[in-house]
């Protein structure tokens, strides 16, 4: 049975005008935040500082007003239709930043806490080359705003993943909840999904009904299980453990935003496969990139 510790359904984790919040409130959870929200026309939000954070718009536009100190900024963000259209623009805010969020749409606030301001950052969408991680049905686009190597930050490695049906990403599944330097990195992570209707073939199903598979399961750190349907807006947490296969099921696409962090000095992701699965990456060798991908951006003014 899933664990509703570390599974929440869309809405579970609502708090003060945002549909869902992730933070140190939760027991056992401590390095990395989220917040999503759904704006209308007229609304805003206020987040005050205290955590580096990454705004990622979801579906639609947002401006920004960043206050730090004396010194106050606007910064408009262009936006997309939706997560299956390729690359958003986003903003990196200081840990120093007070910020005021309006706009009209839906958006993801990554967030870390720590008192070491880097500078506030915009990143055109432009910045980032889209990624095609593993091969066949295990094809994923990969968008990396918060990595290492795109971003200078000091906690948080932040990406996102869009997998189209019938496709397996998170796999094999592996861990990151042992300091091992140069193999492993302790990181707990976020993962915030959405699903919808395959862009080819899809047009019969509906948002409602989209559906994937998220799995994770323990490792000797501790004792974790996840078994779920994943739909838009559902956040699953892994503090450790091995997680993955996400799968889109057939007919629908796979959308998460992943937020990772850890009490490690060095700002690093790296990993350890499922020795049972660690082998499935050799079959990779020779297979082609799903022709689905990368996803290009529809035209058409940006929807919810």
Same mark, same amino acid.
């Given at each position: 049975?899933?664990?509703?510790?570390?599974?929440?359904?869309?809405?579970?984790?609502?708090?003060?005008?945002?549909?869902?919040?992730?933070?140190?409130?939760?027991?056992?959870?401590?390095?990395?935040?989220?917040?999503?929200?759904?704006?209308? &026309? $007229?609304?805003?939000?206020?987040?005050? +500082?205290? /955590?580096?954070? @990454?705004? =990622?718009?979801?579906? *639609?536009?947002?401006?920004?007003?960043?206050?730090?100190?004396?010194?106050?900024?606007?910064?408009?963000? &262009? $936006?997309?239709?939706?997560?299956?259209? +390729?690359? /958003?623009?986003? @903003?990196? =805010?200081?840990?120093? *930043?007070?910020?005021?969020?309006?706009?009209?749409?839906?958006?993801?606030?990554?967030?870390?806490?720590?008192?070491?301001?880097?500078?506030?950052?915009?990143?055109?969408?432009?910045?980032?080359? =889209?990624?095609?991680? *593993?091969?066949?049905?295990?094809?994923?686009?990969?968008h990396n705003y918060g990595t290492?190597?795109?971003?200078?930050?000091?906690?948080?490695?932040?990406?996102?993943?869009?997998?189209?049906?019938?496709?397996?990403?998170?796999?094999?599944?592996?861990?990151?909840?042992?300091?091992?330097?140069?193999?492993?990195?302790?990181?707990e992570e976020i993962y915030y999904?959405?699903?919808?209707?395959?862009?080819?073939?899809?047009?019969?199903?509906?948002?409602?009904?989209?559906?994937?598979?998220?799995?994770?399961?323990?490792?000797?750190?501790?004792?974790?299980?996840?078994?779920?349907?994943?739909?838009?807006?559902?956040?699953?947490?892994?503090?450790?453990?091995?997680?993955?296969?996400?799968?889109?099921?057939?007919?629908?696409?796979?959308?998460?935003?992943?937020?990772?962090?850890?009490?490690?000095?060095?700002?690093?992701?790296?990993?350890?496969?499922?020795?049972?699965?660690?082998?499935?990456?050799?079959?990779?060798?020779?297979?082609?990139?799903?022709?689905?991908?990368?996803?290009?951006?529809?035209?058409?003014?940006?929807?919810?």
């Open positions: 049975m899933t664990e509703q510790r570390w599974f929440h359904p869309r809405g579970a984790l609502a708090r003060d005008g945002w549909e869902t919040v992730v933070d140190g409130s939760l027991d056992g959870w401590q390095h990395t935040g989220l917040r999503v929200a759904t704006l209308a &026309a $007229g609304e805003q939000l206020i987040l005050k +500082g205290g /955590t580096e954070k @990454l705004v =990622v718009p979801l579906a *639609g536009s947002f401006r920004v007003h960043v206050a730090e100190g004396d010194v106050g900024e606007h910064y408009d963000l &262009a $936006g997309r239709a939706s997560v299956f259209d +390729g690359p /958003t623009d986003v @903003l990196y =805010v200081s840990t120093e *930043g007070h910020l005021v969020l309006r706009g009209e749409g839906r958006v993801a606030i990554a967030e870390s806490p720590t008192e070491v301001a880097h500078p506030t950052r915009y990143l055109a969408a432009s910045e980032y080359p =889209v990624e095609l991680r *593993g091969a066949g049905a295990s094809s994923r686009q990969v290492p190597a795109a971003l200078e930050a000091e906690r948080f490695i932040v990406c996102e993943v869009i997998t189209p049906a019938e496709n397996w990403s998170s796999y094999p599944p592996h861990k990151h909840d042992e300091a091992k330097p140069g193999h492993e990195s302790r990181l999904f959405e699903t919808a209707p395959a862009r080819v073939g899809g047009d019969a199903g509906t948002q409602e009904a989209s559906f994937g598979m998220f799995s994770t399961y323990s490792s000797p750190a501790g004792e974790i299980d996840i078994n779920a349907q994943v739909r838009t807006g559902d956040v699953a947490l892994v503090p450790y453990g091995y997680h993955g296969p996400a799968v889109a099921a057939p007919g629908y696409d796979m959308y998460y935003l992943n937020v990772m962090a850890g009490p490690d000095a060095e700002r690093v992701w790296h990993i350890s496969d499922d020795p049972h699965h660690a082998w499935v990456r050799e079959t990779w060798e020779g297979q082609e990139f799903d022709t689905r991908l990368p996803y290009e951006p529809t035209s058409g003014a940006k929807e919810q």
